[in-house]
């Protein structure tokens, strides 16, 4: 049964990666502003990320450390939610996941649970809304705790869900070795896997996977792609969605005219 995450929703998937910067430097990609141009430019779907503040907030921040953003070496989780809310002022603001939700209510929201200390406050920030929220991790032991904190607090419906590491990995090789059986009980409770054309120099994208996932009523969305062309030839060979940091140009790019 097709997940209300994606019903109703245009086809193929355009995902906003971490919102809409585009030529603005000042921007921070995550932040309040990005979201708000993602959406300006049509986007339904924004993929973001949650790590939580030394407070235990889910903000929306994508790496381990400010040194990318800031060039402050701390880790996140040592900065309060107050100080990282003034550093992100003058850069696009700063957003809890719940403030997130809040605020850009037509949006379908793709979380991507990067630490543990994240879980169970992205567990109790989507649990109103997981009708409009699918939650992934690199580490499935992240989204599930997110999964089981969402239930804590009661959710009415569970956010849908995408994949780990773990679980790509071998879906990649039951789908190559053509073992359908393997493959659906990897596929068991998830809505949508989201993977790398390529991981070096072996492929994931490929028509074994794509049809293992299909035949299992789930979609594949692929990432990071921001050349209209190569997103067409994905599309053509069976993507159903694709995140991107141009979804400006994804939009223009899949959209029938």
């Given amino acids: 049964m097709t997940h209300p995450y994606f019903l109703g929703a245009a086809a193929p998937r355009v995902l906003a990666h971490r919102g809409l910067v585009g030529e603005d430097s000042s921007v921070f990609d995550n932040s309040a502003l990005a979201l708000a141009a993602a959406h300006a430019a049509g986007a339904e779907f924004v993929e973001t990320d949650c790590r939580a503040t030394a407070d235990g907030d889910a903000v929306l921040f994508h790496d381990a450390t400010l040194q990318r953003l800031l060039g402050d070496p701390r880790p996140v989780a040592e900065v309060s939610t107050k100080e990282l809310a003034a550093l992100f002022a003058a850069h696009g603001g700063l957003l809890t996941l719940?403030?997130?939700?809040?605020?850009?209510?037509?949006?379908?929201?793709?979380?991507?649970?990067?630490?543990?200390?994240?879980?169970?406050?992205?567990?109790?920030?989507v649990a109103p809304h997981g009708h409009?929220?699918?939650?992934?991790?690199?580490?499935?032991?992240?989204?599930?705790?997110?999964?089981?904190?969402?239930?804590?607090?009661?959710?009415?419906?569970?956010?849908?869900?995408?994949?780990?590491?773990s679980a790509i990995a071998r879906l990649r090789l039951a789908s190559a070795l053509r073992l359908s059986g393997w493959s659906r009980r990897i596929l068991r409770g998830l809505d949508a896997v989201q993977i790398p054309e390529r991981?070096?120099?072996?492929?994931?994208?490929?028509p074994g996977l794509v049809?293992?996932?299909?035949?299992?009523?789930a979609e594949v969305h692929v990432w990071t792609v921001n050349d209209p062309d190569a997103m067409r030839a994905l599309v053509a060979a069976g993507a159903d969605g694709i995140v991107s940091d141009r979804a400006d140009l994804a939009i223009t790019a899949l959209r029938p005219r």
């Avoid at 850009?104 to 406050?121: C, I, S, T």
């Avoid at 991981?199 to 490929?206: D, E, H, K, N, S």
């Fill in 98 to 125: 719940r403030e997130a939700l809040e605020s850009f209510p037509a949006l379908r929201f793709n979380v991507d649970v990067k630490a543990r200390e994240a879980a169970a406050d992205v567990g109790r920030a």
């Fill in 132 to 165: 409009r929220v699918l939650l992934t991790s690199f580490d499935d032991r992240n989204r599930v705790a997110a999964l089981d904190a969402a239930r804590a607090a009661g959710a009415t419906v569970l956010p849908a869900s995408s994949g780990g590491r």
């Fill in 211 to 217: 049809r293992a996932v299909h035949d299992a009523g």
């Fill in 199 to 206: 991981f070096g120099a072996i492929r994931v994208f490929t």
